[in-house]
Every structure is written in structure tokens, then in C-alpha cells.
């Protein structure tokens, strides 16, 4: 069956240390794999998308890799802040034009 | 410019009685999705509008559940006879196109509780 698992429901950190969220994934092959952040109360806002073909994508202090023969996407935040304190989804394609599918996501608590 | 909004923020309805939930996506934006969360659960795909091809209803958990967008643009999401389990969060979306590229912007999403 196919599946979405980020590494954890909750993960904490000390202020200043980098922050790493695992995405695995089975059965499906994504070209596209996206990465959302959701605060309390709040629809998930888009970070940042990674191709199949591209093993590392970055934008500030956020980074992405794609690693489509271990199905894992990691995600980084590194030199992390108290306000980056969220939850963190990851969201493949299916196949074609159909919807993203989303992980459950990791609540990320960056400890001053 | 606008995002995508939502309306009413929170409804409180009893149980079997129906309700309606409105999208509002940003405008140009041809596909729209449906999602439900659940108290600490992840994104559970609803529906799915695509131009003017036929929605994709294959989340729907039921027969009470139903949706139509007019006009190419705002959505209603209705809930008939509602239980208490459907009490979560409806979240609405909207991209530009639908391809595993496209950006998906969340509105706020309405809480809706069931009593």
C-alpha cells in the first residue's frame, strides 16, 4: 500500500542547532516532492518544492534533499529559532494531475 | 492581492442538522481542493476541483458529504446530517493548474464542531 511517514509526530530542539525532518515514502514515484509549514490554527503554507532530478534545493536557512532511491526527502533548518516552532508537512504527487498527497507532519519546538 | 478565504471561521452545529462551508480561492486559480484535519492528524484529502473537468471525489468519507464550485470559483463544501465525528478542521485550497508542481495556498480553514 502506499505511504507517507514523517520521521515523528514531535521533535525538539535547542535554539541554534539544525533542525532535520525525515519524509520516507513507499510506492509511490513522485517528480515533485513539497515541503508546507502549519502554525496553530493556521492552513499550511507552502517552503519549498524539489524535483526528482534535484538532489538538494535551498532558500535561506532551509534545506531540502530528495533522495528518490531511498524514497526519503530530508528537510533542515539550520542556526533554528524559537519562531521557527511549527509543524511540518511534506507533500508528494500521485501521478499526473491528481492531488498532493500529504504526510501527517512533525510539530518542530525550537527551545530557546 | 487576496488569499484564499473561508466562511464561517468556526461553526457549532448539532447533530443531524446540515451544514455549509464556503471557499472563496484566489482568483485565476483553476484548481481547488477540499481537505479535513482532525485534532493532530495530517491533511485528509477531500475533493478536488480541476478547470471543468469533473471533480475527483474519491476522499469523500461518505454520501453526506458533497461539493460544488460554480462559476469556476467559489466552492461550497456541504455536510448533510452531521455526526459528531465529522467535528475537525475544513481546509480549503487553491493552485493555479493541478500538476505535482503547482503551489497549493490553504485559506484558514472552518472549525466545525458537532455536538
Known amino acids: 500500500s502506499q505511504k507517507i511517514e514523517q520521521n515523528s509526530e514531535a521533535l525538539n530542539i535547542q535554539e541554534g542547532k539544525t533542525a532535520t525532518l525525515t519524509c520516507n515514502y513507499t510506492?509511490?514515484?513522485?517528480?515533485?516532492l513539497q515541503w508546507y509549514r502549519q502554525d496553530p490554527g493556521r492552513g499550511p503554507v507552502f517552503l519549498l518544492l524539489?524535483?526528482?532530478?534535484?538532489k538538494e534545493k535551498r532558500k535561506e536557512r532551509l534545506k531540502v534533499t530528495f533522495d528518490t532511491t531511498l524514497k526519503q526527502s530530508l528537510f533542515h533548518i539550520t542556526a533554528s529559532q524559537p519562531a521557527d516552532s511549527a509543524t511540518y508537512l511534506c507533500?508528494?504527487?500521485?501521478?499526473?494531475?491528481?492531488?498532493?498527497?500529504f504526510g501527517k507532519g512533525t510539530r518542530l519546538s525550537v527551545i530557546a | 492581492g487576496a488569499g484564499v478565504s473561508q466562511s464561517p471561521s468556526n461553526k457549532v452545529t448539532e447533530k443531524g442538522k446540515d451544514v455549509e462551508l464556503r471557499c472563496d480561492p484566489i482568483?485565476?486559480?483553476?484548481?481547488l481542493y477540499w481537505y479535513r484535519q482532525s485534532l493532530g492528524q495530517g491533511l485528509e484529502f477531500l475533493i478536488y476541483?480541476?478547470?471543468?473537468?469533473?471533480?475527483?471525489k474519491s476522499g469523500l468519507p461518505s454520501d453526506r458529504f458533497s461539493a460544488e464550485r460554480t462559476g469556476g470559483s467559489v466552492s461550497t463544501l456541504t455536510i448533510q446530517r452531521t455526526q459528531q465525528e465529522d467535528s475537525a478542521v475544513y481546509l480549503c485550497?487553491?493552485?493555479?493548474?493541478?500538476?505535482?508542481?503547482?503551489?497549493?495556498?490553504f485559506g484558514p480553514g472552518t472549525r466545525l464542531l458537532v455536538l
Open positions: 485550497a487553491s493552485s493555479l493548474g493541478s500538476g505535482g508542481w503547482e503551489t497549493q495556498y
Open positions: 510506492n509511490y514515484s513522485p517528480a515533485y
Open positions: 524539489i524535483r526528482e532530478n534535484e
Open positions: 507533500a508528494l504527487e500521485n501521478s499526473g494531475n491528481t492531488p498532493l498527497v
Open positions: 482568483s485565476g486559480h483553476t484548481a
Open positions: 476541483f480541476q478547470g471543468n473537468s469533473a471533480p475527483d
